[in-house]
T-cell receptor
Framework: GAGVSQSPSNKVTEKGKDVELRCDPI?????LYWYRQSLGQGLEFLIY????????KSGLPSDRFSAERTGGSVSTLTIQRTQQEDSAVYLC??????????FGDGTRLSIL | DQQVKQNSPSLSVQEGRISILNCDYT??????FLWYKKYPAEGPTFLIS?????DKNEDGRFTVFLNKSAKHLSLHIVPSQPGDSAVYFC??????????????FGKGTLLTVNP
C-alpha cells in the first residue's frame, strides 16, 4: 500500500500478557517513529529509528517496552507484562530525510 | 511539563468564515513546527509546516504564522469548510543535524465547522 500500515488495528489483552505491534512504513522512508496517544492527551514520542538503528529511545516509558526494526523496513514494538496504564493508541510514522512524518492509523491497545 | 500547549480544546466556526487555531511553546530549542489534522480512528495527516527562519507559510486555504519572540504559532483556515472538522494538533521539533524527529505534540483542538 501507499501509506504506513499498522497491525493489528485493535488489540484487547489481559494484564500481564505480552503484546507485539507491527508497523510497515512507506517504502523508501529511512526514518521510523513510534508514538502513543493516551486518552485526552497529545501524542507522546516513544522511539526513533534511522535505518535499523535507534539513536533515540528516550521516550520508552519502562524496560517493559522494546522495539526493533529489520531490513530498514518493518518495525515491531513489544510490551511485556502489560499494565492497564499501557492502554492507548500506538501510532507509527515514517519519513524520508528532512521531510514531515507520515502516520499510520494506529493500534488501539486495551488492557483488561 | 507541557512544552507545546493548545489552550483551546475546541473551536466552532461557521462555514465560509476564518478558523484560527493557536499554539504556544516553551522550548527555545524548537526550530520546526507542524500542524496535523486527525479524523476519528485515523492517524494524523500532515497539513503544513514552518521553520523558524520564516514567519509565514501559506498553502491554499491554510496559512501558518510563527511569532518566535512570543513563542506562538497559529493556523488560519480560510474559508472554513465542513470537511475541515477534525482535531488539529500542533507539533514542534528541534532541527538536529538537519533532520526533524521526536515531535512534541500539543493536546489538540477540536474544530467544528457548521454548515
Amino acid at each position: 500500500g501507499a501509506g504506513v500500515s499498522q497491525s493489528p488495528s485493535n488489540k484487547v489483552t489481559e494484564k500481564g500478557k505480552d503484546v507485539e505491534l507491527r508497523c510497515d512504513p512507506i517504502s523508501g522512508h529511512t526514518a521510523l517513529y513510534w508514538y502513543r496517544q493516551s486518552l485526552g492527551q497529545g501524542l507522546e514520542f516513544l522511539i526513533y529509528f534511522q535505518g535499523n538503528s535507534a539513536p533515540d529511545k528516550s521516550g520508552l516509558p519502562s524496560d517493559r517496552f522494546s522495539a526493533e526494526r529489520t531490513g530498514g523496513s518493518v518495525s515491531t514494538l513489544t510490551i511485556q507484562r502489560t499494565q492497564q496504564e499501557d492502554s492507548a493508541v500506538y501510532l507509527c510514522a515514517s519519513s524520508p530525510p528532512n521531510q514531515p512524518q507520515h502516520f499510520g492509523d494506529g493500534t488501539r491497545l486495551s488492557i483488561l | 511539563d507541557q512544552q507545546v500547549k493548545q489552550n483551546s480544546p475546541s473551536l466552532s466556526v461557521q462555514e465560509g468564515r476564518i478558523s484560527i487555531l493557536n499554539c504556544d511553546y516553551t522550548n527555545s530549542m524548537f526550530d520546526y513546527f507542524l500542524w496535523y489534522k486527525k479524523y476519528p480512528a485515523e492517524g494524523p495527516t500532515f497539513l503544513i509546516s514552518i521553520s523558524s527562519i520564516k514567519d509565514k507559510n501559506e498553502d491554499g486555504r491554510f496559512t501558518v504564522f510563527l511569532n518566535k519572540s512570543a513563542k506562538h504559532l497559529s493556523l488560519h483556515i480560510v474559508p472554513s469548510q465542513p470537511g475541515d472538522s477534525a482535531v488539529y494538533f500542533c507539533a514542534a521539533s528541534p532541527l538536529s543535524g538537519g533532520s526533524n524527529y521526536k515531535l512534541t505534540f500539543g493536546k489538540g483542538t477540536l474544530l467544528t465547522v457548521n454548515p
